[in-house]
């Protein structure tokens, strides 16, 4: 048995903010937030509208549409989106099953933050080969450029995160899939795991007034400069760990990559990433980083652009506070 991405969708607010402007909010030369961030634009969802369910629902109908597959027809959705969403404690997966009409359908969540995406894959690949369900829908939607506060320089790596939504429809054992879906890895390190929060509104640091006029519902980072110390170590080696595994367990290598879709992150660091996988990539410089998005904005965009053909060996290469690192590969048909 064979599982393939059969469709997708993605979508974005028609709302942007420019490197132009997020400079002058942060006191950051234009040159650094543009160049080195690599933030031309990114999209920003209106306070009243867009909210991740709107945004995922979207999303997932144009990926059904492009799969060819009835909502009905799905038998589970799966959310691996951000954990920011129209609620505090609330399943998005459940009400955007229920709007698009996926009403035969099972409703669960993953949450492994800007490493979602090939997380979910493998989740869902997993499912489909071992258990039950036949159709699935995955579904991520980000706005947690909401939580971003420009005036704190010490979570200055999160003035990328931008918003929109991304949907992919995996079928088990389909006639004419789009990709199949072949092998993942991921490696995590916990010690990174108290190093970017919100840090009120959980249980240790309840929403109060006091909190609201602390400042504290937006994201931070307790020690931004042992943080970036920290991660110079262990970033490279592990996203290049986890391609190399996830390549392997798929029988392939480096040498026969045509793609990678790969989260969005500072252009040298992004550049460097590419260069040692000898594979060419999209940049989304005007998307700016949309957590669990990204993976599939970057295949989008890169397709438009003629960098992806049929027979190419893709994979999908993230990672996401906490620490975790992931990869999916597919091979794409078309």
């Not at 799966?78 to 609330?90: A, C, I, P, R």
């Not at 460097?272 to 999209?282: N, T, V």
Request: proline share 4%; aromatic share 8%.
């Amino acid at each position: 048995m064979t599982v393939g991405l059969t469709g997708y969708g993605v979508y974005v607010p028609g709302e942007t903010i420019s490197g132009t402007e997020i400079a002058d909010r942060s006191g950051i030369p234009e040159e650094v937030v543009v160049k080195k961030m690599g933030v031309r634009e990114k999209r920003v969802c209106p306070p009243d509208s867009d909210h991740v369910t709107d945004m995922c629902v979207v999303a997932g109908e144009r990926a059904l549409d492009d799969a060819g597959v009835a909502a009905a027809d799905v038998d589970a959705v799966l959310y691996h989106g951000s954990e920011y969403k129209d609620f505090v404690v609330w399943s998005v997966a459940a009400n955007v099953a229920e709007r698009l009409g996926a009403e035969d359908a099972f409703a669960s969540e993953s949450y492994a933050l800007c490493a979602g995406a090939p997380v979910a894959l493998r989740a869902a690949r997993a499912q489909l080969l071992v258990d039950a369900p036949e159709t699935m829908l995955l579904v991520a939607g980000s706005r947690e450029e909401d939580l971003v506060d420009y005036g704190n320089e010490d979570a200055s790596f999160m003035f990328n995160f931008g918003s929109g939504a991304s949907a992919a429809v995996l079928e088990a054992d389909p006639n004419d899939p789009r990709a199949t879906v072949h092998e993942s890895a991921a490696v995590t390190d916990g010690s990174f795991s108290e190093d970017v929060v919100m840090p009120a509104g959980g249980s240790r640091n309840p929403p109060s007034r006091e909190t609201l006029a602390a400042g504290l519902h937006a994201l931070d980072v307790a020690d931004p400069e042992g943080m970036k110390e920290r991660l110079a170590d262990a970033s490279l080696p592990n996203f290049l760990d986890v391609a190399d595994d996830a390549l392997e367990r798929s029988g392939y290598d480096r040498d026969d990559l045509g793609f990678v879709a790969l989260t969005h992150m500072k252009r040298s660091f992004h550049d460097l990433l590419l260069d040692e996988l000898g594979a060419p990539g999209y940049y989304l410089d005007e998307f700016g980083h949309v957590q669990s998005v990204d993976q599939l904005l970057a295949l989008d965009r890169g397709r438009e652009e003629g960098l992806v053909e049929p027979g190419d060996v893709v994979l999908f290469l993230a990672a996401g506070t906490g620490y975790t690192w992931a990869a999916t590969v597919l091979e794409w048909h078309g």
